[in-house]
């Protein structure tokens, strides 16, 4: 069972993750390299929490004892206790993977390891601990107190038990379960991301302006956020890491990352997190940027 969960990284999805999991009763450890950065992490998951308290759907009372259970640190050594730990650090194999191998001397031997990685191998993430068939996919979409889906995604050497206790958790934190295989961007980013790039290309190659493209799926196809927005919203770095994964993985031209996507990274125009990215977010309206 379990009662006591840690985290890595306090950005906006590991944030996430400990708001939903400290409201279900559970302790929580989050972990990040700066101070700071859990600070503003925990800044952001009380205003989140009193948004909801607004909305009647968190009571006062449980807003209080949820961020009461949340304990943050930089060290390791809080993962003793842990029952899983759930790394939600940038989407970057070497970082994750040195990350797994760092707190193997932290961990009890019965805690089991998560990533919430959107689209690297989970086996190979595995094959960097010494409890593989303890290490799952864990994959939150964003903004994880408002999305309903966790992709759970077994490595080769997962075990069952492992894959129904981390089913049994994403259950009772109010999620659904949709189970994917280990392929690269596994269901949801080997749709999605793909047709973000296109829509990138679409401008590249001059078919239509970022507005332009934008109202047209949100108009013609009904979505609620048009493609090049979405990419803002997500980051531009991580649909661009999402793209290299799959063309790398599944050697298919068609995954093969729009160079305008490339040059708006390499530029630092990130998206809505970084001010700028297909829209220019300094004023009080965003303002296409292309």
């Not at 009772?172 to 269901?187: H, M, R, W």
């Given at each position: 069972?379990?009662?006591?969960?840690?985290?890595?990284?306090?950005?906006?999805?590991g944030g996430g993750i400990a708001h939903v999991v400290s409201l279900s009763g559970r302790k929580v450890y989050l972990l990040d390299i700066d101070q700071g950065f859990l600070t503003g992490s925990i800044q952001t998951i009380?205003?989140?929490m009193a948004r909801q308290v607004s909305r009647g759907?968190?009571?006062e009372d449980d807003m209080k004892a949820a961020l009461s259970r949340i304990e943050t640190g930089t060290d390791y050594?809080?993962?003793?206790?842990c029952d899983i730990v759930i790394e939600a650090a940038t989407e970057n194999e070497d970082v994750k993977r040195k990350i797994f191998e760092e707190i193997l001397?932290?961990?009890?031997?019965?805690?089991?390891?998560?990533?919430n990685t959107s689209s690297i191998s989970i086996t190979r993430l595995a094959s960097t601990t010494d409890r593989p068939e303890k290490f799952i996919g864990m994959h939150f979409f964003n903004p994880v107190p408002v999305m309903q889906l966790v992709e759970l995604i077994k490595g080769i050497a997962t075990s069952q038990e492992t894959f129904k206790t981390v089913k049994a958790l994403s259950e009772?934190?109010?999620?659904?379960?949709?189970?994917?295989?280990?392929?690269?961007?596994?269901?949801?980013?080997?749709i999605l991301v793909p047709m973000i790039n296109e829509a990138v290309y679409a401008v590249y190659e001059g078919v239509g302006t970022v507005s332009s493209v934008d109202i047209g799926l949100r108009l013609g196809a009904n979505h609620p956020m048009g493609?090049?927005?979405?990419?803002?919203?997500?980051g531009?770095?991580?649909?661009?890491?999402?793209?290299q994964v799959m063309y790398a993985g599944l050697a298919d031209p068609k995954y093969r990352p729009c160079p305008l996507l490339v040059k708006y990274v390499e530029a630092g125009w990130l998206g809505k997190k970084a001010g700028k990215g297909f829209y220019d977010y300094s004023g009080d309206e965003p303002v296409p940027t292309r």
């Open positions: 069972m379990i009662e006591n969960v840690g985290i890595i990284g306090a950005g906006q999805m009380e205003k989140n759907k968190v009571s050594s809080g993962f003793s206790n001397g932290f961990i009890s031997d019965h805690a089991l390891l998560a990533t009772s934190l109010g999620k659904t379960v949709a189970e994917a295989e280990d392929f690269p961007a596994f269901i949801v980013n080997r493609p090049l927005q979405l990419a803002d919203f997500i531009l770095d991580t649909c661009l890491s999402v793209m």
